[in-house]
């Protein structure tokens, strides 16, 4: 099972997305200094203290710098878990199918849907550099909505800027990343179009075997 199109995109961005731009807090290396971000305050301010606190800790930390992706696999699972709802990102890329599935398979489609971006994001995450930067730009929307889009543009030494978007709901904890966009793809929407044509040749459980196979 391959996603070859939202891949690329996210390749060239970096690794700086949604698991990535929550991946660490500072405490994942002992040179940051450990700066919890607010999941209630402004959903532009919480993903901006998110996103530089991820690179603060990545950029003090040899082997996340070095790009090793069983260390950066370690820090995502750690850190970044609480500020992701894998819950509605599973449910919204299976689509209709996720009410066909039992209790059962819908907590191991999300086991190992985690599984799967967090082997995309740390793969991704060796294209960091100490000259990587994240800027989070005007928020356009209204920060008392319970859904929000957070403008970000990533930059590489000598490579064009790169333009995420970021989809936030705010739950009783707080702003959650549930979505984004990477050069006018849709993550949720491309593993949607993914999952049904598994679903269809093989079924839900023969998509978890899918994912499971690639960790």
């Excluded at 997305?17 to 999941?39: F, N, T, W, Y």
């Excluded at 996340?64 to 992701?84: K, N, S």
């Excluded at 967090?118 to 920060?143: E, K, Q």
Aim: hydrophobic share 45%; with cysteine.
């Amino acid at each position: 099972m391959n996603f070859p199109s939202f891949l690329h995109v996210l390749r060239r961005a970096g690794g700086l997305c949604l698991l990535g731009a929550a991946l660490v807090l500072s405490a994942a290396s002992a040179g940051a200094a450990e700066r919890i971000p607010d999941p209630k305050a402004a959903p532009n301010d919480f993903l901006e203290a998110v996103a530089n606190n991820m690179l603060d800790a990545v950029k003090a930390d040899p082997q996340a710098l070095r790009g090793e992706p069983t260390h950066i696999a370690a820090l995502v699972r750690r850190y970044a878990l609480p500020y992701v709802d894998m819950n509605k990102t599973t449910r919204l890329a299976a689509g209709r199918y996720w009410r066909q599935a039992s209790a059962a398979q819908q907590q191991s489609l999300v086991q190992a849907f985690t599984g799967t971006l967090i082997r995309t994001y740390s793969g991704a995450f060796t294209r960091v550099t100490a000259g990587t930067t994240i800027s989070v730009l005007p928020f356009r929307g209204d920060p008392k909505a319970d859904d929000a889009v957070v403008r970000t543009t990533i930059s590489q030494p000598n490579s064009p800027a790169i333009g995420v978007d970021y989809r936030l709901e705010r739950t009783d904890a707080g702003w959650k990343v549930y979505d984004l966009n990477v050069e006018g793809i849709w993550l949720i929407q491309n593993y949607r179009n993914q999952f049904a044509a598994e679903i269809g040749s093989n079924g839900i459980d023969g998509l978890i075997k899918a994912l499971n196979a690639k960790q």
